[in-house]
């Protein structure tokens, strides 16, 4: 049984085929939840991950139902594990939207249907995957079809949060250099940088934007304060200073560099206006690419691909 709870799950060759699947004409992907459910559980709400998940069950002929946590309440109400056994009672597929990234794996250990992560404070893989059709949007596929990516630059700035781990992961295993430049307290750990490295990404890290910046494809960030931390907000403020990024900085990358970010923005605090809205900001299509993700993922998982 397959699963997804992060980029790292897959092969090299099982992502590209995921990349393969995704730039398919939606018409011509097969409907693997044709008359079946896919249970969406939000522990968190979202405004991107609902709608480009419920779309893509849709578009797979499926029927999505939306599960908030208050009406399951796990670990309090019952175990994740028994969540788990009762969702699979009607749906094909359980997609998740969780704290804790353990609640995933504990229901995926269980083997009962497919389970896909839709977040966790670990990883944000569907995420990762839509940024990689974005890239691919803007500047195309290298000859070389398991590494579509290769030669290309992706530079993170900021939090060496759940959604860099599984960036770095996306664009390093289809052949891109990761670059990413975070202050002292918020880069990555060992083991992000050990696990990283298992999968055979390449990754340069700097103290300062302007350490990695320069040369690159892409620049992307992420809010400085995500749900959860906002009893940490004015630290991160404070620690994150230097790391603003304009359109400047983002035009310093080279001629045809791009901005992104994962959303929602901070506006003023890790972006400024001018580079979210400005004509290198691919941002909304991103955020579009969401379903594309969501799409093949689904696929993939449910056994269409090939």
Known sequence: MRHLLDVDDLSRSQLAEIIRLGRKPVEEVPRVLAGQ???CYFAKPSARTRNSTEMAVVQLGGHPVYIVDEEVKIDQRESAEDVARTLACYHDVICARVF?????????????????????????PLQAIADVFTILDEFGESGDSERPLDGRVVTYLGDANNVARS??????????????SSPT????????????????????????????VPGSDV?????????GQEAEHETRLRAFEG???????????????IFMHCLP???????????????????????GHRLTSARAVLSWILGSAG
């Open 37 to 39: 459910g896919a249970a």
């Open 100 to 124: 804790s990234h353990s609640v995933l794996e504990r229901m995926a250990a269980l083997d009962v249907v497919p389970v896909v992560n839709l977040l966790s404070d670990q990883a944000h």
């Open 167 to 180: 960036l770095g992961l996306a664009v390093g295993m289809l052949g891109a250099e990761f670059r990413i």
């Open 185 to 212: 307290d918020y880069r990555f750990s060992n083991v992000d940088a050990d696990r990283l490295a298992a999968s055979g990404v390449n990754v340069v890290a700097g103290d300062r934007p302007d350490d990695v």
């Open 219 to 227: 620049v992307y960030t992420d809010t400085w304060t995500s749900m």
């Open 243 to 257: 790391f603003h990024v304009t359109e400047a900085l983002v035009a310093s990358a080279g001629e045809t560099s």
């Open 265 to 287: 923005a901070h506006r003023g605090e890790e972006a400024s206006d001018d580079a979210l809205d400005g004509s290198r900001s691919r941002i909304w299509t991103q955020a």
